[in-house]
């Protein structure tokens, strides 16, 4: 079992800046790829990055191309969303998840469903 927390959510002006990171407690980060999704006022749950076991693969979803950039440190305990030139379109509550399974270290899913374990999530709220 895997405990999530994130953090680094808050209100900023569109075009701003944000840095959310999850921290995972009870086990080591480095077994699992991490996912970030969002889920805007009355919308479904979106992907919106994800990095592998190792690290050395990132997938992104075509809105945040460009803007967003996934990390994990070097001791792989946390996973970092740096969130650049924000939209208001980005508001929205922002979720880690982690998958235990295993499909090699240089993968990581864009599917919400194949993700085993989530955090409670932080808001972020860009204003125009």
């Known amino acids: 079992q895997v405990q999530l927390v994130e953090s680094g959510g808050g209100l900023v002006q569109a075009g701003g800046s944000l840095r959310l990171s999850c921290a995972a407690s009870?086990?080591?980060?480095?077994?699992?790829?991490v996912g970030w999704f969002r889920q805007g006022p009355g919308k479904e749950r979106e992907f919106v990055a994800a990095?592998?076991?190792?690290?050395?693969?990132?997938y992104y979803a075509e809105s945040v191309k460009g803007r967003f950039t996934i990390s994990r440190d070097a001791a792989k305990i946390t996973v970092y969303l740096q969130m650049n030139s924000l939209k208001s379109e980005d508001t929205a509550v922002y979720y880690c998840?982690?998958?235990?399974?295993?499909?090699?270290?240089?993968?990581?899913?864009?599917?919400?469903?194949?993700?085993?374990?989530w955090g409670q999530g932080t808001q972020v709220t860009v204003s125009s």
């Open positions: 998840a982690a998958d235990a399974a295993y499909y090699g270290s240089d993968y990581a899913p864009e599917r919400r469903q194949e993700y085993d374990y």
């Open positions: 009870g086990r080591t980060f480095s077994r699992y790829a």
């Open positions: 990095i592998s076991r190792s690290g050395s693969s990132t």
